[in-house]
């Protein structure tokens, strides 16, 4: 079993940026592929980004591309996503993943779940 708990969200105004952290616990030999989701009140799940175990493979989401980026530490464990220049639209409750395998964007296809950290960008 895998635990995965986010940080680092809060309120900002649009232009700002925020870092989100997710440190994984439980199974931590770091060969899984990880994502960052977000969902916003009365919205679907929506994918945002995704990184592979060695941090050589990065996907976005087209409304975040080049403002947003993925990361992983260098225990290959921790997987950050650095925002930058937020936009109200960008609100929303912000969930790691964790995958066996990397390549989807569907959340079905994710095994292991954050409880989420919430991102509030005001106009």
């Known amino acids: 079993q895998v635990q995965l708990v986010e940080s680092g969200g809060g309120s900002v105004q649009a232009g700002g940026s925020l870092r989100l952290s997710c440190a994984p616990s439980?199974?931590?030999?770091?060969?899984?592929?990880m994502a960052w989701f977000r969902q916003a009140p009365g919205k679907e799940r929506e994918y945002v980004a995704s990184?592979?175990?060695?941090?050589?493979?990065?996907d976005y989401a087209d409304s975040v591309k080049g403002r947003f980026t993925i990361s992983r530490g260098h225990s290959k464990n921790t997987v950050y996503l650095q925002m930058n220049s937020l936009k109200p639209e960008d609100t929303a409750v912000y969930y790691c993943?964790?995958?066996?395998?990397?390549?989807?964007?569907?959340?079905?296809?994710?095994?292991?779940w954050g409880q989420g950290t919430q991102v509030t960008v005001s106009s």
């Open positions: 990184i592979n175990w060695s941090g050589g493979s990065i």
């Open positions: 439980g199974r931590t030999d770091s060969t899984l592929a």
């Open positions: 993943a964790a995958a066996l395998w990397y390549g989807t964007t569907w959340p079905p296809e994710y095994d292991y």
